[in-house]
């Protein structure tokens, strides 16, 4: 029992993750996972250099059949990573819930904080480690060269973002919700969602702008003054493609690897092709256009920080207890229990008092009588004082007695003394007992 | 030590607690009786800060640590009613994750854990999984977690609920051993006289509410108390001796079962001889004057049945 000299402010590691790490990533499962992913990808990379042995016999190849095996591989992954990542992070901390160990976690020194960080970052990690799994795979493409060592990197910073920002869905409905099902289906319907979404609004937006332009050009009525076909200026309605992930990969391959089909190499080229007419003042030259994946990635790890904030205070069970507030609630509760007041202070005094120095039995009959007022209020019939209660126990008393009248003839005379007991409810559970022990 | 102070709770239109206050000492071993429901589990969350009060405040050496998380964990902790423990962790392996949620790491936490398995008897089961070990093991081991930051104030849910009478009397030890050190510990039970073998104080909870709360002497005495006095009188004396009752202030009932009456007597010891006496002296013959053995369950019941039943009757 040896108590902590110095306690620090704040835990030096997290335990959460701490955990996580070093016991929970002993398990085969882990292993198993990593397994069935890599031979998940494995046709693709058989194909492809079963594919380029055969052109290189037959007669040449080109680097760029490298480049497209890269572009598949990276893609797969990214599907697998979306379908995966849910089953994984939205269980996190509605599993803790099911366990009922979430409880005790609570109690201890880490807050909500640092339990939604460990449980998020211990997620964040084993995918991460699933996609580094899968970098040998990958790595074949320096046989023959074509590209870079930066840009594979580049294009590992992307994946591990897109991982971060789809495990904070995954955390976030975990510990919106205490069942791990419902969190499941929850991330994969909001992340659906939200792809969907978040890759038509740019067009949508876009195109939006363009029918308001169309209209102030041609209505010379109202708005002849305008004479230029871009009035409003909507270009960078553009960028809210950034939170897109599935934009942010196209662009971030076709950035680093690229797609071979020139202009529509990513998203600024894709944007060069229906430039003149959707976006007339971004060119190519802009920088937002050009900084689309580092943008992107800025935002979703934004996201995902903002995404763990709520989670973490969603997760706090004594959430929103502040001074001000307890004020308040503290002004409005005597209000509210009005009818509970009367029951108040026969109790404060009672109760403590009586139980140091008073005769015991007292004591007792003090707070059952404090408990029968008390009854009254709870219940909420509010024109319910000791009285009834005493009068409805008479009849209870009385019937005990014809009870007793049968073995004795002289209880009759207890008749006159059972009024004293009725004054007293306490008096009734010993009478019914008294009952039954002589039938 | 522990200051409770008009707590309310309200879950839908009922009251878990209504102006629940309560007081124990530091190094109390205090017994929280109610029956189920009646707001104990409530309490005790509301004092580890795991749930929010609707209002009323808990102070802990003088301080409402209820907002300051890291400053109550260090003061208290909680066992539950359930284990929570993880699967495929070993007891070890167990105790060291809950150091470190604490702030204790490597060697500091393997002599930790070390110690505290060896408080709770669970030294030989160090590698066994948490899961393999029986209900009573585990209830140790939970308790020895409790025990990780050595808290000043430990809150037991049920501790004995479902154990066979060695696991509880092996648990009864360890928390007697535990309270000589100085801790201030919190058991709620629903079974009064479990908890009175053990406990210095009790404090009983009904519908959200401290009906009683003394030491575990005046518990008794108040039980004893609680018991009719049987008196055996001539039966050609049996009116008289109604009559002289009558105008005793102490007697609220009398029933008579052949020679021998049945007297609920609420006066102390004092009163009791004075009552005797009167008998006595009006000339009554008094065959025999005995208190009847008072159990607390009887006393449980008699404080917890009396207001509760009637008044869902009459609602």
């Known amino acids: ?439 | 030590m522990i200051e409770i102070k008009h707590l309310y709770k309200k879950y839908g239109r009922f009251y878990a607690l209504n102006d629940f206050s309560l007081n124990v000492q530091q190094g109390e071993l205090f017994g929280f009786v109610g029956s189920n429901g009646a707001g104990k589990t409530t309490t005790m969350r509301i004092c580890v800060g795991l749930l929010k009060a609707d209002h009323g405040e808990v102070i802990i050496d003088g301080k409402n640590l209820l907002s300051d998380h890291r400053a109550l964990a260090d003061k208290v902790s909680y066992v539950p009613d359930y284990f929570g423990v993880y699967k495929s962790l070993s007891a070890w392996e167990y105790l060291h994750f809950f150091a470190s949620a604490y702030g204790i790491y490597d060697e500091e936490a393997d002599k930790l854990s070390e110690e505290l398995l060896e408080l709770v008897n669970l030294s030989d089961k160090k590698d066994t999984d948490v899961n393999g070990l029986s209900r009573g093991m585990k209830q140790r081991l939970c308790l020895a977690r409790g025990l990780v930051h050595n808290p000043d104030i430990l809150f037991l849910d049920e501790p004995a609920s479902g154990l066979d009478p060695k696991a509880r009397y092996e648990l009864k030890e360890i928390l007697k051993n535990l309270s000589s050190m100085g801790k201030t510990i919190i058991i709620s039970s629903h079974i009064l006289p479990e908890l009175a073998e053990m406990c210095t104080s009790v404090g009983i909870i009904d519908r959200g509410h401290l009906v009683l709360q003394g030491s575990i002497e005046e518990i008794h005495r108040a039980a004893a108390m609680s018991s009719p006095i049987n008196v055996t009188v001539n039966e050609n004396q049996i009116d008289q001796v109604f009559d002289i009752l009558q105008t005793n202030p102490f007697v609220q009932k009398v029933t008579a079962q052949g020679s021998i009456l049945k007297i609920v007597f609420t006066g102390n010891k004092e009163e009791e001889g004075q009552m005797l006496s009167s008998l006595i002296a009006n000339g009554i013959t008094v065959n025999s004057f005995y208190r009847e053995e008072g159990s607390l369950e009887n006393l449980f019941m008699q404080i917890v049945t009396a207001g509760p039943e009637k008044g869902k009757r009459r609602a």
């Not at chain 1, 572009?71 to 939205?90: C, G, K, N, R, S």
């Not at chain 1, 929850?186 to 937006?205: C, E, G, H, N, R």
């Not at chain 1, 059972?418 to 007992?433: C, F, I, L, M, R």
Request: proline share 5%; net charge neutral.
């Open chain 1, 1 to 439: 029992m040896s108590k902590a000299e110095t306690k620090p402010k704040k835990n030096k590691r997290n335990a959460v993750l701490y955990k996580e790490m070093t016991v929970d990533m002993k398990k085969p499962k882990i292993m198993i996972i990593m397994l069935l992913i890599n031979l998940f990808i494995l046709p693709i990379t058989l194909g492809f250099f079963l594919g380029i042995a055969i052109a290189v016999f037959n007669n040449a190849c080109s680097y760029r059949v490298l480049a497209w095996y890269l572009i598949a591989m990276v893609y797969t992954e990214f599907f697998i990573l979306l379908l995966i990542t849910p089953a994984i992070t939205a269980g996190s901390v509605s599993l803790e819930k099911e366990r009922q160990t979430l409880d005790v976690l609570l109690t201890t020194r880490m807050t909500t904080w640092e339990i939604i960080k460990g449980k998020y970052s211990s997620s964040v990690l084993f995918l991460s480690l699933m996609v580094l799994s899968t970098f040998p795979l990958l790595a074949l493409v320096f046989i023959y060269g074509g590209i870079s060592l930066l840009q594979l990197f580049y294009v590992g910073v992307m994946m591990f973002v897109l991982i971060a920002f789809v495990s904070s869905f995954g955390v976030f409905f975990s510990s919106l919700t205490k069942n791990t099902i419902v969190s499941v289906i929850l991330t994969y319907i909001v992340l659906m969602l939200y792809i969907s979404v978040t890759i038509a609004m740019p067009f949508t937006l876009l195109g939006i702008v363009k029918s308001l332009n169309d209209y102030l050009y041609y209505d010379t009525t109202y708005f002849s003054n305008i004479i230029t076909k871009d009035f409003i200026n909507g270009d960078f309605l553009v960028m809210t493609g950034t939170f897109n992930p599935l934009l942010m990969l196209f662009d971030c391959i076709g950035h680093t690897i690229g797609y071979d089909f020139s202009d529509l190499g990513s998203v600024k080229g894709m944007i060069t092709i229906c430039g003149t007419d959707i976006m007339p003042h971004f060119t190519d030259k802009n920088i937002m256009v050009n900084l689309w994946t580092p943008i992107s990635m800025i935002e979703m790890l934004l996201f995902t920080f903002i995404n763990l904030r709520i989670s973490a205070f969603f997760l706090n069970p004594v959430k929103g207890r502040n001074k001000s507030e307890k004020k308040a609630v503290a002004a409005k509760k005597p209000a509210n229990t009005a009818s509970s007041a009367s029951a108040e202070p026969v109790v404060a005094e009672s109760t403590p008092a009586a139980s140091v120095n008073d005769v015991p039995i007292n004591t007792v009959n003090a707070a059952a009588e404090s408990a029968n007022a008390a009854s009254t209020v709870t219940e909420t019939v509010p024109s319910t004082p000791a009285e009834p209660v005493a009068a409805e126990s008479t009849p209870a008393v009385n019937e005990s007695t014809p009870v007793v009248n049968e073995s004795t003839p002289i209880v009759n005379e207890s008749a006159p003394i059972t009024p004293v007991a009725a004054e007293n409810v306490n008096a009734t559970p010993v009478a019914n007992e008294n009952a039954g022990t002589e039938n």
